[in-house]
């Protein structure tokens, strides 16, 4: 009863004060004027907080309850494929066609001829067999010069490689034939009657055979052996067999190498020296050397020391005289800046093996009645620097000093018109060998640029001072001698070439014999041949992938010089010719 009259109370007032509030919202609030004497200054409360969260004392709060998760796999079968990416192909330049044999012919003034053929057959992945024959010939007369001055040169060879797992070896076989002729007689010195009645024509053949077997993973590493048979017109021979093999011995961390060799030479000629009166006589020779040479390399990153001793045993088995030889050689290097500088030197030495065979390709106009000797190299000492600046500039400097005995040298032979032999070789035109000791100084120094793959250009130089022990100049030996190359591929036909090359002063004796004296007491001049220049190059032109045609130019600037005292060479020369390549 009392909770109904309460609430009728509230609803009456309610109701009230809703009218009162519509009654003067229709009369309007009027307007009124409020002075403010003190700015508004606002004030914040420091804010506090409750230190302790209050105890909830109610039966509804929902306590957590822990929830358990396990995951159930279950294998769905897929036939989606993801497709894959395909890597954008980059055009290549094909290959250029390979052929395994070419031909070359050329012909220029002077009657000079040139004919090289190349032949190489694989006969599979391990086996093959490389031929080639080169010719060159000139049948010009040289202007100035009396005598016949034809020459030529035809060399066959063929090469067998075969490699295996572990090794590998190979065989070759060569024919040599050369004709020169002693055309180097002073002009107008000789009647033209003497002049037809000699015979200066020279023939020198040469056959040989060598081998070679090398091994990975032994002790012994590589043997070469060497045989030949080197003979001429005038009945002299001479046979050369070289065997050479080397070991290798694991010392530690290094390598101790030992190099074997056993090296004979010997022969005849037919005819006593040119210097005596009567040719009633021949000269022989036979020499036999024996040798090891141990080293034991050390080397890292930075360096590298080869420390190495040659012994060699020599002997003469005409005079039956034998000699022990010590050398050292004794070899280092070191990376002062990685490539661009290092440093590098030595002292070796060694008994050289000279023969007929090797002076005749040094001097062609030798006379068969050498004396041969072999050389004494006690010591060559050398230091250098090498490096590469860049990748396409590389330099080398060296200095050396060495020492020689029983050196060989070109000098004239003396002019004894007494003489009858068969061969014209008595007319002060052919050489002789004059053996001295020898000190040399020289300095050596070259630069080699490449521009890019097209263009080649390279220079080096040579100077030389001689100090001999009979106080002779050193014969027929250049003080400076110096050179320039130069190779330009143009686009993809066009290739051409140049060299210079500078050989200085050389010094020489003109011996005349008189009947009855002895060789100290013949008359003789003293001859120096002016240094020269020789200008050559090259240009060709490939037509395709087969042929190409090919022009030479050689002793540009016409200098017939002399090499040899009373030789002139071919003036100005030119040659032309094609090449053509394919398969057999």
Not at 180 to 189: A, L, P, T, V
Not at 208 to 217: C, F, K, P, Q, T
Not at 260 to 282: C, H, I, L, P, R
Request: aromatic share 14%; net charge negative.
């Amino acid at each position: 009863m009392h909770k109904h009259i309460k609430i009728t109370l509230f609803s009456i007032v309610g109701f009230l004060q809703v009218g009162l509030a519509q009654e003067d919202e229709k009369k309007g609030i009027g307007t009124e004027t409020v002075t403010v004497v003190k700015a508004y200054a606002p004030t914040i409360s420091d804010a506090f907080k409750i230190k302790s969260v209050p105890s909830l004392n109610d039966s509804l709060a929902l306590q957590k309850k822990p929830i358990t998760y396990s995951i159930f796999s279950v294998p769905v079968a897929s036939t989606f494929t993801p497709s894959k990416g395909k890597a954008t192909a980059v055009k290549r330049t094909p290959a250029p066609k390979l052929f395994n044999s070419s031909a070359t012919i050329g012909l220029g003034n002077y009657n000079n001829a040139l004919a090289e053929f190349f032949a190489s057959n694989a006969f599979n992945r391990d086996e093959r067999l490389d031929v080639g024959l080169n010719h060159f010939s000139s049948r010009g007369n040289i202007k100035g010069t009396a005598l016949d001055n034809d020459f030529y040169n035809t060399k066959l060879n063929a090469d067998y490689s075969k490699v295996g797992r572990d090794f590998k070896w190979g065989a070759n076989i060569a024919a040599q034939h050369q004709l020169y002729h002693w055309y180097g007689i002073k002009n107008g010195y000789y009647t033209e009657e003497t002049v037809n009645s000699m015979d200066v024509k020279q023939n020198y053949f040469n056959v040989e055979a060598g081998g070679y077997l090398s091994m990975e993973n032994n002790f012994f590493k590589r043997a070469d052996v060497l045989v030949r048979r080197f003979w001429d017109a005038t009945n002299s021979g001479e046979n050369r067999a070289v065997f050479k093999p080397v070991f290798e011995i694991p010392v530690s961390e290094e390598v101790l190498t030992f190099k074997v060799k056993a090296d004979y030479v010997g022969g005849s000629f037919k005819n006593e020296t040119v210097s005596s009166e009567t040719n009633d006589g021949q000269i022989d020779y036979s020499f036999l050397q024996a040798g090891i040479n141990p080293s034991l390399k050390i080397s890292d990153d930075q360096f590298s020391l080869n420390l190495g001793l040659n012994v060699v045993y020599g002997l003469d088995m005409e005079l039956s005289e034998n000699n022990f030889y010590i050398y050292p050689t004794v070899t280092a290097s070191y990376k002062l800046m990685e490539e661009m500088a290092i440093a590098y030197g030595g002292i070796e030495g060694d008994l050289k093996q000279n023969s007929f065979h090797g002076f005749v390709a040094e001097n062609p106009y030798v006379s068969p009645t050498l004396s041969i000797q072999p050389t004494d190299q006690q010591y060559d000492a050398y230091i250098g620097l090498k490096g590469q600046l860049s990748p396409n500039f590389s330099y080398n400097i060296k200095g050396s000093y060495m020492a020689e005995n029983r050196k060989p040298l070109f000098i004239h032979n003396a002019e004894n018109t007494a003489r009858n032999d068969d061969k014209s070789y008595y007319y002060g035109n052919t050489f002789q060998l004059f053996y001295d000791d020898v000190k040399t100084l020289g300095l050596f120094g070259e630069m080699h640029l490449a521009v890019n793959n097209n263009f080649t250009l390279g220079v080096n130089a040579e100077v030389y001072d001689y100090d001999t022990e009979t106080d002779n100049p050193a014969w027929n030996l250049p003080s400076l001698t110096a050179s320039l190359f130069m190779d330009y591929q143009i686009g993809e036909q066009w290739f051409m070439g140049a060299n210079i090359f500078y050989v200085g002063e050389r010094d020489d004796l003109y011996t005349v014999a008189a009947a009855g004296a002895t060789v100290e007491e013949f008359a003789t001049t003293a001859v120096t041949l002016d240094g020269y220049i020789d200008v050559n190059a090259h240009l060709g032109y490939r037509i395709n992938n087969q042929l190409s045609v090919f022009a030479k130019a050689n002793n540009i600037t016409n200098n017939t010089y002399m090499r040899w005292d009373n030789y002139q060479v071919q003036g100005f020369q030119v040659l032309a010719g094609a090449t053509f390549k394919f398969d057999l």
